[in-house]
Nanobody, 128 residues
Framework: QVQLVESGGGLVQAGGSLRLSCAAS????????MGWFRQAPGKEREFVAA????????YYADAVKGRFTISRDNAKNTVYLQMHSLKPEDAAVYYC?????????????????????WGPGTQVTVSS
């Protein structure tokens, strides 16, 4: 199983950018499809983006398409989420997660239950 730690969150003005990182430990990282989720106060955890273990394809929630980019560096055991044009509604705790199934090649539905390892999260705050 992979252990995950997110970093890079913080306070940013609307329209600004942030890059989140998720460092993984464990030998299985390169075999795992990885995802980013977020959860705002009083709301359910929602899917943001995912990247297949091979690096392609990638998946995005409609709310972030064209503004966020997910990428990974398997040599560094790290997955990234580059966020541009941030909006107040993007404010949330952001979590990275590893898919339960190694070498998963099916469609990513964005269901949190499909992901079995989670980091503690990093807070993103967007001021208007």
């Amino acid at each position: 199983q992979v252990q995950l730690v997110e970093s890079g969150g913080g306070l940013v003005q609307a329209g600004g950018s942030l890059r989140l990182s998720c460092a993984a430990s464990g030998r299985s990282f390169s075999r795992n499809t990885m995802g980013w989720f977020r959860q705002a106060p009083g709301k359910e955890r929602e899917f943001v983006a995912a990247i297949v273990w091979s690096g392609f394809p990638t998946y995005y929630a409609d709310a972030v398409k064209g503004r966020f980019t997910i990428s990974r560096d398997n040599a560094k055991n790290t997955v990234y989420l580059q966020m541009h044009s941030l909006k107040p509604e993007d404010a949330a705790v952001y979590y990275c997660a590893a898919h339960r199934q190694e070498y998963y090649i099916g469609t990513i539905s964005g269901t949190p239950a499909d992901f079995g390892s989670w980091g503690p999260g990093t807070q993103v705050t967007v001021s208007s």
